[in-house]
């Protein structure tokens, strides 16, 4: 064998070695991140059981009173226990005493409303507090940052009910611009669908507006916070030094970095505001899942108030898991975890 030929069958030798580690190594993490997203489905699937026996056994330990019809039984509470989980899994959560009808009919029934409510608010919020807060990090000290930082951090101190009553009272009833209760206009026929969805968007518009100015400020300070701390490091000094513009530094290196610690909060203030959805459903009359709780209790009717909290609980914790699938493939240094 010549030379140049052991040569070549060294180098391609090299190669394959080479290829084969880079292959491994990849394997090796592509099993670390399943490993890391499995491992968080198992966690929240437990926290789901224990959610689902709380949600069992804390009306049993409370003293005897209102609660004994939804707590009072023959059967032992083990065999209570065990008809609740089965039933639960066939989507049986009970008889709604005031409602006269399966408990999860009705809250399927107000669903619609709810995440119409929750989901409008929620996308105008982040993107409007994420672009309102990077535009404040990038005028810091002068009159725009003021201003924002003014009027959102006003805004976020009022409460959901109080702010909602100020929108009926100047809003609906003085300048009457906007009805003000309901998700539509009763007794009243549309020529066309489009007709419809105005409708519905005229009633939307209060109690979204409500739950977006007291939800904003939030992320509004984080994204600035973040921003601030991101236009100090030395890969932005890098890009000025290359004489990019300062609004294309701030989209294309900036923002992407800051959004790691805002996805963790949207979560976060998405849990408050499905429970502040409570309060704004109530001023409103909005009938969602947060009027229905409203009337559950005015109406005691207990296995309607059961169903109600346990579908908000899981609703949460359906945001948190969604936040931290879309962390695992943001963060790097999660991967590798």
Same mark, same amino acid.
């Given at each position: 064998? +010549?030379?140049?030929?052991?040569?070549?069958?060294?180098?391609?030798?090299?190669?394959?070695?080479?290829?084969?580690?880079?292959?491994?190594?990849?394997?090796?993490?592509?099993?670390?991140?399943?490993?890391?997203?499995?491992?968080?489905?198992?966690?929240?699937?437990?926290?789901?059981?224990?959610?689902?026996? $709380?949600?069992?056994?804390?009306?049993?330990?409370?003293?005897?009173?209102?609660?004994?019809?939804?707590? +009072? +039984?023959?059967?032992?509470?083990?065999?209570?226990?065990?008809?609740?989980?089965?039933?639960?899994?066939?989507?049986?959560?009970?008889?709604?005493?005031?409602?006269?009808?399966?408990?999860?009919?009705?809250?399927?029934? +107000?669903?619609?409303?709810?995440?119409?409510?929750?989901?409008?608010?929620?996308?105008?919020?982040?993107?409007?507090?994420?672009?309102?807060?990077?535009?404040?990090?990038?005028?810091?000290?002068?009159?725009?940052?003021?201003?924002?930082?003014?009027?959102?951090?006003?805004?976020?101190?009022?409460?959901?009910?109080?702010?909602?009553?100020?929108?009926?009272?100047?809003?609906?009833?003085?300048?009457?611009?906007?009805?003000?209760?309901?998700?539509?206009?009763?007794?009243?026929? /549309?020529?066309?669908?489009?007709?419809?969805?105005?409708?519905?968007?005229?009633? $939307?518009?209060?109690? *979204?507006?409500?739950?977006?100015?007291?939800?904003?400020?939030?992320? /509004?300070?984080?994204?600035?916070?973040?921003?601030?701390?991101?236009?100090?490091?030395?890969?932005?000094?890098?890009?000025?030094?290359?004489?990019?513009?300062?609004?294309?530094?701030?989209?294309?290196?900036?923002?992407?970095?800051?959004?790691?610690?805002?996805?963790?909060?949207?979560?976060?203030?998405?849990?408050?505001?499905?429970?502040?959805?409570?309060?704004?459903?109530?001023?409103?009359?909005?009938?969602?899942?947060?009027?229905?709780?409203?009337?559950?209790?005015? *109406?005691?009717?207990?296995?309607? $108030?059961?169903? *109600?909290?346990?579908?908000? *609980?899981?609703?949460?914790?359906?945001?948190?898991?969604?936040?931290?699938?879309?962390?695992?493939?943001?963060?790097?240094?999660?991967?590798?975890?």
């Amino acid at each position: 064998m +010549s030379l140049i030929s052991i040569m070549f069958s060294r180098e391609n030798l090299c190669n394959l070695v080479v290829i084969k580690g880079t292959k491994q190594i990849h394997t090796f993490f592509l099993f670390k991140i399943h490993m890391n997203i499995i491992t968080k489905v198992v966690s929240y699937l437990i926290i789901i059981f224990i959610i689902l026996s $709380l949600n069992f056994f804390l009306p049993r330990m409370m003293p005897a009173g209102p609660l004994s019809g939804l707590t +009072s +039984s023959d059967k032992t509470v083990l065999e209570q226990y065990t008809n609740y989980m089965t039933n639960l899994m066939h989507g049986d959560f009970g008889w709604s005493t005031s409602k006269n009808a399966p408990v999860w009919d009705v809250l399927m029934r +107000s669903l619609k409303w709810t995440l119409l409510l929750v989901g409008t608010s929620t996308v105008i919020y982040v993107i409007v507090g994420i672009l309102s807060g990077a535009v404040s990090a990038w005028k810091k000290g002068k009159k725009t940052d003021v201003g924002l930082l003014v009027l959102l951090i006003s805004m976020a101190s009022f409460p959901p009910f109080f702010l909602g009553m100020l929108f009926i009272i100047f809003l609906g009833w003085k300048l009457d611009l906007f009805p003000r209760f309901g998700a539509q206009t009763l007794f009243i026929d /549309y020529s066309t669908p489009f007709g419809v969805v105005l409708d519905i968007l005229h009633h $939307l518009a209060l109690p *979204a507006a409500t739950l977006t100015l007291t939800s904003i400020g939030v992320i /509004y300070l984080l994204t600035r916070n973040s921003m601030l701390n991101v236009l100090g490091e030395d890969y932005i000094l890098t890009a000025r030094a290359k004489g990019l513009s300062e609004w294309y530094i701030v989209r294309r290196h900036a923002l992407k970095n800051a959004m790691l610690p805002i996805i963790t909060l949207v979560a976060l203030i998405v849990g408050l505001v499905i429970t502040g959805t409570i309060f704004v459903e109530t001023v409103f009359a909005y009938p969602g899942v947060g009027m229905l709780v409203a009337d559950a209790i005015s *109406a005691h009717d207990y296995p309607l $108030l059961q169903g *109600a909290f346990l579908f908000i *609980a899981l609703a949460i914790l359906a945001v948190n898991f969604i936040a931290d699938m879309i962390y695992v493939h943001l963060d790097p240094r999660v991967k590798q975890e």
